[in-house]
């Protein structure tokens, strides 16, 4: 089977690391709702795998799948399978329409709780708000993944939060970790990128992020351990300097290391250039560089 080598392997034209592979799994698994096509379309967006013109390899993509199919490593949709999964989940509707202004003190908020999204139909309407209110707006997560929604003592929703699969290859971080090529195939799940936090336009609430990312922190890892059988033992995540400072990070006790190159999530293929984002991580235990290098046993 590919997946359990750790160099990269040739499949439908394009080399696919241990952990591209594991993913494109996990994206099969966790949707079975998609049809063939919208899974082809989903697995290229998060690999930016297109053409010199920016074109989805569908048809390159739909032989991986296959022959992932035909190993038995992945069970594929029926080929009449469709179903307009995607319209439903990102229609917008008055249920996300803004509400009342949330302001003052983060203390009179209080027991402020990252609350684990669970029901189909929370996922919908967290991705609804996402898709309207975030900059980046919604994109599937590729992946082991978990959402949260920020909630204030009286239940109500002030904002949301997403962790899911690490970037592939981080110069800056990988040289701060130590890894080599072989320990960052191995265990880069044990990494776990804060890809989304959003905190609703009417909360105006200070410091609601820092608290929120701090909470998040606290629970990252049995949350990671229910759903996944493994705890992450440091996070990571992107801020675009050009639009914001990171202060939210900063104050939560984040530790910036530097910046990307500029190539997008999966640099090893990747040569489009994107901007340059300023890197941040934040370890969950005070050896994990034991467990990234495998100098430790981990569960």
């Not at 594991?22 to 290229?44: H, N, Y």
């Not at 690999?47 to 038995?72: A, I, M």
């Given at each position: 089977?590919?997946?359990?080598?750790?160099?990269?392997?040739?499949?439908?034209?394009?080399?696919?690391?241990?952990?591209?592979?594991?993913?494109?799994?996990?994206?099969?698994?966790?949707?079975?709702?998609?049809?063939?096509?919208?899974?082809?379309?989903?697995?290229?967006?998060?690999?930016?795998?297109?053409?010199?013109?920016?074109?989805?390899?569908?048809?390159?993509?739909?032989?991986?799948?296959?022959?992932?199919?035909?190993?038995?490593?992945?069970?594929?949709?029926?080929?009449?399978?469709?179903r307009d999964y995607i319209t439903k989940q990102l229609s917008i509707g008055p249920r996300t329409e803004p509400g009342l202004a949330v302001e003052g003190a983060v203390s009179k908020l209080e027991p402020i709780e990252v609350a684990p999204v669970k029901s189909r139909e929370d996922q919908h309407l967290w991705n609804e708000y996402v898709h309207r209110y975030h900059g980046l707006g919604y994109k599937r997560p590729f992946g082991a993944h978990q959402r949260y929604y920020i909630v204030s003592g009286d239940e109500q929703k002030l904002g949301c939060l997403l962790f899911a699969a690490a970037a592939w290859a981080l110069k800056v971080r990988d040289e701060w970790i130590g890894w080599t090529e072989v320990d960052r195939s191995l265990r880069l799940n044990l990494i776990v990128n804060n890809t989304r936090l959003l905190i609703f336009p009417w909360v105006r609430v200070k410091n609601l992020a820092s608290k929120t990312l701090s909470l998040a922190a606290k629970r990252i890892g049995f949350d990671w351990q229910k759903r996944y059988g493994y705890r992450p033992v440091l996070l990571e995540t992107f801020v675009d300097p050009e639009k914001y400072r990171g202060t939210c990070y900063k104050a939560a006790n984040w530790i910036f290391l530097g910046q990307t190159a500029g190539r997008g999530r999966t640099e090893l293929h990747n040569k489009r250039p994107f901007s340059r984002k300023d890197i941040y991580v934040y370890p969950l235990v005070a050896n994990f560089r034991s467990y990234l290098k495998e100098e430790k046993a981990h569960e």
């Open positions: 089977m590919p997946e359990q080598s750790g160099t990269p392997v040739l499949i439908s034209g394009r080399y696919f690391t241990t952990q591209e592979l594991l993913e494109i799994k996990e994206t099969v698994r966790l949707f079975p709702g998609l049809s063939r096509t919208e899974l082809v379309k989903t697995i290229c967006e998060n690999l930016n795998w297109v053409t010199p013109t920016g074109q989805y390899k569908t048809n390159s993509c739909q032989q991986l799948l296959e022959k992932l199919e035909r190993q038995g490593l992945v069970t594929l949709p029926d080929k009449q399978k469709c």
